[in-house]
């Protein structure tokens, strides 16, 4: 792995279902009254750069029985995930990347961030290997279990509705089975995400890190390790065209130049 000067912080969050009062056939759309809003319960975060997984749970701040009561906050890890974040910002610009994360995860959080009266984070850069499915091909599904199944990266593991049932309602000792699956589970998702991110990376375009390196770097992953090939046509100019020898994606020299000659000829690394 090259050395880069931000930090690319694969993630995924676990939430509760929301509990209502509801009437039948159609209960989203007839329900008179929120008991609980949808909470936070797990959260898995990996620093590519610091290869380091970090997770928490709901299961960290209480005992079973009051998970069971429903009646839990998930301030306290609200809390602990706004603490890493504002201390991952300390270590360099960051890259937050999930899968669906743009409509999903980074609302929720911001969602309970808000409620809880927590410091507004500075702007999130963000990739979200959902949109680069749908940018990339046409897939049968852009779910993140069926592209990995279908690239071979590999399933999810075990049934969400069990394994959310047994974290919540289950007596003590399946709780104790269930919240260790639970943490396998986020962290699988994120390992999916990681592996998934890379199978896509060379067809499609992502936020541009080449800005947080020195010198003339690669736009998807940074490296200085490219490869010049041919040049590539503007309006009225040439772009010389690089190719990165680490994620195969293609981009070009920030400098344009008169004719394609002058382009091939010029040195690389600009
Ligand atoms: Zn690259």
């Avoid at 690319?8 to 209502?20: H, K």
């Avoid at 047994?166 to 007596?171: E, K, L, N, V």
């Amino acid at each position: 792995m090259h050395k880069t000067n931000y930090q690319r912080i694969f993630y995924d969050i676990e939430v509760s279902p929301a509990i209502a009062w509801g009437y039948p056939p159609y209960f989203e759309f007839n329900f008179i009254k929120e008991i609980e809003c949808q909470k936070i319960m797990s959260i898995s975060m990996y620093n590519e750069r610091k290869d380091e997984m970090w997770t928490t749970t709901i299961e960290e701040d209480y005992v079973p029985a009051t998970l069971r009561s429903m009646a839990w906050s998930d301030k306290k890890i609200v809390k602990r995930i706004h603490s890493h974040l504002v201390k991952s910002y300390k270590e360099g610009d960051i890259i937050l990347i999930g899968h669906n994360s743009d409509k999903f995860d980074i609302k929720m959080l911001n969602a309970r961030f808000v409620y809880w009266g927590l410091d507004s984070l500075p702007y999130l850069q963000s990739d979200d290997t959902i949109k680069m499915a749908r940018k990339s091909g046409k897939f049968a599904s852009n779910s993140l279990d069926y592209l990995c199944t279908h690239f071979g990266i590999g399933g999810k593991i075990g049934s969400h509705a069990y394994l959310w049932e047994q974290c919540i309602m289950g007596d003590d000792d399946s709780q104790e089975w269930a919240w260790n699956k639970m943490r396998i589970y986020n962290e699988r998702d994120v390992e999916m995400t990681v592996e998934l991110y890379y199978k896509l990376l060379p067809y499609v375009k992502v936020t541009n890190v080449s800005k947080y390196q020195g010198s003339k770097a690669c736009d998807s992953c940074g490296s200085t390790d490219y490869t010049a090939r041919g040049c590539r046509p503007a309006l009225k100019r040439f772009y010389k065209r690089y190719q990165c020898n680490i994620c195969s994606s293609w981009f070009r020299s920030d400098k344009t130049y008169k004719t394609r000659e002058e382009a091939l000829s010029a040195p690389k690394g600009v």
